[in-house]
């Protein structure tokens, strides 16, 4: 008889795990999902997840990224509105009171067993009679769901995994340059300065993203088009908009002259740059495309203005950047693509001159325009800071979208020497510093499969930060035209708070 039960041990030992079938489809997007049901509610897994993380991190999503509250939710299009695939799982029957279920009953048995332990006048015999009545009234009430307890292993094991550190980047290096004391004075020579405190990571294993770090940078990629967006949606409410652009466009596909027409003079960025402020503070689409940024969520709303005035310039000399770097694609379509810039507005201001050869119209350099043909800067020196600098992040960057949406990110969080006290020292602004940096790290290595280079590439990012920071202010303030210098400065005083 010990033979056979022998036998039957191994085999039970050896048996593979097997998942279930897919047998039926996802209430939310329509995907292949299994009979069981995720807490309440027929869905797939990646549903299931997004759900779970949606309760669990007490998100409330109040925009809508088409402004319509009406998203088809489908297998490819679920992850472009969070406000429509949460309403849509609430609509098919998911409940967030199933969520974290599994742990939250371990840690209600957890606080009842420290109480009734240091309770002297229960006896061992009381104890374990009251602690099993607890466990059977709690499963009768609220009986346990098995795919919630296989989605609780799972959870820990992307978190805390067996064969290597979750954390890739130095926390002791961050803190040299993003953390400072309230109560202690920095000199601001040494305070924040990212050149001389580069980022150091540590050589790791190679990690594949986690399927959370996935969907960051894809709900990353949904946030910065609808900014650069609507960034292009106020521009186009400018007068003389149509004209200036028709003749920029015509000027491009002709490719005879050296400076292009239309766009790029000091007093069309200035105008810009008022438009864009004005329709921040007014609640504009700018505004609510920034909302949208759950990066954001817990900045004081001060620093918040205070930080995206000062890095709109930034961010716009780093697209400049993508564009140059991408300015040898066959057509402006491809390059304003592999750019991540070509956005449904800026597709209709395209088709609006060239309704029938949209595709036909050559790539351009961003720096054919007379508000960089040389010599622009007050200092020759200064021009050439700037052009290395802006060659040196877009071939960095190149046509890699994803890194591009990543590090813009990075640098809407990253306020100016110069500002207040509060926007550099915000906490908030710091984790968002830390969480980006991190994943380009994580991007970068999962991508190429060296985690040296993907430091060495995180380092010299982190440190063209303060690079375009420099550029921004010979951009704005460093020109020949010191009467522009005057005129933008009390733009910018009139405007930001």
């Not at 006896?123 to 607890?134: D, G, K, Q, T, V």
């Not at 186009?236 to 466009?249: T, V």
């Not at 780093?318 to 390059?335: G, M, P, S």
């Not at 088709?351 to 350099?365: K, R």
Request: hydrophobic share 35%; charged share 25%; glycine share 4%.
């Amino acid at each position: 008889m010990d033979q056979p039960d022998q036998k039957l041990e191994k085999v039970s030992k050896h048996k593979k795990w097997v998942p279930r079938p897919l047998v039926t489809v996802c209430g939310v997007c329509g995907s292949p999902a299994t009979d069981v049901h995720h807490y309440g509610a027929t869905s797939c897994y990646s549903c299931r997840a997004f759900f779970r993380r949606s309760i669990g991190s007490g998100k409330d999503y109040r925009y809508c990224s088409r402004k319509t509250d009406a998203c088809v939710v489908d297998a490819v299009s679920r992850t472009n509105c969070k406000k429509c695939r949460f309403q849509k799982c609430l609509k098919v029957g998911m409940k967030p009171e199933k969520v974290d279920r599994v742990r939250k009953k371990a840690k209600f048995i957890k606080t009842e067993i420290k109480e009734e332990i240091t309770d002297n006048d229960h006896n061992s015999a009381e104890f374990l009679i009251r602690r099993s009545i607890s466990e059977s009234s709690q499963d009768s009430s609220n009986s346990v769901d098995i795919s919630a307890l296989a989605e609780e292993c799972i959870f820990e094991e992307v978190k805390f995994p067996d064969d290597a550190l979750p954390v890739t980047l130095d926390e002791a290096d961050l803190n040299t340059s993003f953390k400072c004391e309230e109560e202690t004075y920095i000199d601001e020579s040494e305070f924040y300065d990212i050149r001389t405190q580069p980022t150091i990571v540590r050589s790791s294993p190679i990690f594949h993203l986690t399927f959370e770090e996935d969907f960051k940078i894809h709900e990353l990629l949904v946030r910065k088009e609808n900014l650069v967006d609507g960034i292009f949606q106020t521009i186009m409410e400018q007068p003389e908009f149509h004209k200036c652009w028709e003749q920029f466009l015509v000027s491009v596909n002709c490719g005879t002259s050296t400076v292009y027409k239309g766009f790029g003079s000091q007093e069309v960025v200035g105008l810009v740059r008022q438009y864009t402020i004005s329709n921040f503070l007014n609640g504009g689409v700018i505004r609510q495309s920034l909302d949208m940024f759950d990066e954001y969520k817990n900045v004081e709303e001060s620093v918040k203005t205070e930080t995206f005035f000062f890095s709109m310039t930034v961010f716009h000399l780093c697209i400049r950047a993508i564009l140059i770097a991408n300015k040898h694609k066959d057509t402006f379509v491809n390059q304003h693509r592999a750019a991540g810039t070509f956005t449904s507005s800026f597709q209709k201001a395209c088709s609006d001159v060239f309704p029938d050869t949209i595709h036909a119209i050559s790539s351009f350099d961003p720096r054919n325009v007379s508000l960089f043909i040389s010599p622009w800067a007050a200092r020759h020196g200064d021009e050439e800071f700037f052009s290395h600098t802006l060659d040196t992040v877009g071939n960095i960057i190149k046509d890699d979208i994803k890194l591009g949406t990543l590090y813009c990110t990075l640098i809407l969080a990253t306020p100016g020497l110069h500002l207040s006290k509060a926007a550099r020292c915000d906490p908030s602004l710091h984790r968002v510093q830390r969480e980006m940096t991190i994943l380009i790290y994580r991007y970068l290595s999962h991508k190429l499969g060296n985690s040296h280079y993907a430091s060495t590439t995180t380092s010299a990012l982190t440190k063209l930060l303060a690079d375009l920071h420099i550029c921004r202010e010979i951009h704005l303030f460093g020109r020949l035209n010191c009467l522009a210098k005057e005129t933008i400065e009390v733009k910018i005083e009139d405007l930001e708070i």
